[in-house]
């Protein structure tokens, strides 16, 4: 292997496998995140409620949903208030908060065991189906 190729590789392989500080809290971001958009997303789905719709009911363009949706674009709890308060929808999430000495796990090998239990759009659809089974 080139030598010039060879550091810059070991250096990626290192940040992946021990993420900054700051990386880590990302990481944790976006999953937080996930939950309350995979929430959304499944009232929406009930409701027939496009992502298009969802931006005229905020006031925001079409392509801001689409990068919150794929987590381009973070979203900040006065947001998710204006969902709420749009779709008449009410959030109950629970955290449990975690031993001060304990440390979060934030390796990359941990965040695809948590995202692997991330619904899919297709999974969140069958779901519906199963509850409403007339949408179908």
């Known amino acids: 292997m080139n030598k010039a190729l060879k550091a810059p590789l070991s250096d990626f392989f290192e940040q992946l496998s021990q993420p900054s500080e700051e990386q880590q809290i ?3 971001a976006h999953l937080l ?3 309350y958009l995979i929430e959304i997303e499944k009232h929406m789905l009930r409701e027939k409620i496009s992502k298009k719709k969802l931006a ?6 079409p392509s801001y949903i ?6 381009n674009k973070f979203i900040n709890f ?4 204006k969902i ?6 009410k959030y109950a999430f629970h955290q449990k908060p975690v031993e001060q000495k304990a ?10 065991s948590w995202m692997s239990n991330v619904p899919t ?13 007339s949408a179908a």
């Open 26 to 28: 990302t990481n944790y």
């Open 33 to 35: 995140m996930a939950d």
């Open 56 to 61: 005229k009911l905020l006031d925001v363009s």
């Open 66 to 71: 689409s990068q919150v949706f794929v987590h």
């Open 78 to 81: 006065k947001t998710l208030s």
């Open 84 to 89: 709420a308060h749009q779709l008449d929808f």
């Open 103 to 112: 440390k979060l796990d934030f390796s990359p090998a941990n965040i695809d």
């Open 121 to 133: 759009a297709s999974n969140m659809a069958d779901e519906v189906d199963k509850e409403f089974p």
